[in-house]
């Protein structure tokens, strides 16, 4: 069975700063990863998501993530944090499964940006 | 694009009582789930189904109830409301089970207070 591991569950930086939130997974096979991010009192939106191609993945709003076999992470980075990217973000692992592929997400992490 | 639709928004119920809670997309995604969201713990998965007429349960299936009689449609049923199903419920679709393409789509979530 796959699990994702958010390390932090709030991270603080100030505006301008570099984001890094943290994501590594068990799998036992090569696995899908996808990192969502919610604003307040509002559904999951798609930033990015690695499928076996290129390694470094670009995603919206400047969001970029790094798929690391040897590590087994997905670490989520933004050079400049903006004040709108204040939200919770959540890394997410697919593997099959009996012939279905079953999503499962991480706890979060809460990203907080200071002026 | 309507995407997925969720209803209703919030709701309260008493224990012991009954509800449906809706989710319709309009994607023609073979693919649907449901999620609950409880601060800290991430998303849990409650049910998916891969096509209509067939469904299986996720992680945590007990007090809920789905059916999928057609592809747009993944309605929740629960029977009797506990305080333990406080919580924010997301559906969510997919073109492929894996999430490749575009991920998985989610709806806006339905707020849910057991009293």
């Known amino acids: 069975a796959q699990s994702v591991t958010q390390l932090g569950s709030h991270v603080s930086v100030s505006e301008g700063a570099l984001v890094l939130l943290r994501c590594n997974y068990s799998?036992?096979?090569?696995?899908?990863l996808f990192w969502y991010v919610q604003y307040p009192n509002q559904g999951l939106q798609l930033l990015l998501k690695?499928?076996?191609?290129?390694?470094l993945v670009k995603g919206i709003n400047g969001f970029e993530a790094e798929f690391k076999k040897s590590e087994t992470s997905f670490h989520l980075t933004k050079p400049s944090a903006h004040m709108s990217d204040a939200a919770e973000y959540f890394c997410?692992?697919?593997?099959?499964?009996?012939?279905?592929?079953?999503?499962?997400f991480g706890r979060g992490t809460s990203l907080i940006v200071h002026p | 694009n309507a995407g997925v639709t969720q209803t209703p928004k919030f709701r309260i119920l008493k224990i012991g009582q009954s509800m449906t809670l809706q989710c319709a997309q309009d994607?023609?995604?073979?693919?649907m789930y449901w999620y609950r969201q409880d601060p800290g713990m991430g998303l849990k998965l409650i049910y998916y189904?891969?096509?209509?007429?067939?469904?299986d349960k996720g992680e945590v299936p007990n007090g809920y109830n789905v059916s999928r009689s057609t592809t747009e449609d993944f309605p929740l049923r629960l029977e009797l409301a506990a305080p333990s199903q406080t919580s924010v419920y997301f559906c969510?679709?997919?073109?492929?089970?894996?999430?490749?393409?575009?991920?998985?789509?989610f709806g806006s979530g339905t707020r849910l207070t057991v009293v």
């Open positions: 969510a679709s997919s073109y492929s089970t894996s999430g490749q393409g575009h991920g998985y789509t």
């Open positions: 799998s036992s096979v090569p696995p899908y």
């Open positions: 690695y499928t076996s191609a290129a390694t």
């Open positions: 997410a692992v697919s593997v099959a499964s009996g012939g279905s592929y079953i999503p499962t």
């Open positions: 994607m023609n995604h073979n693919y």
């Open positions: 189904s891969v096509g209509a007429g067939i469904t």
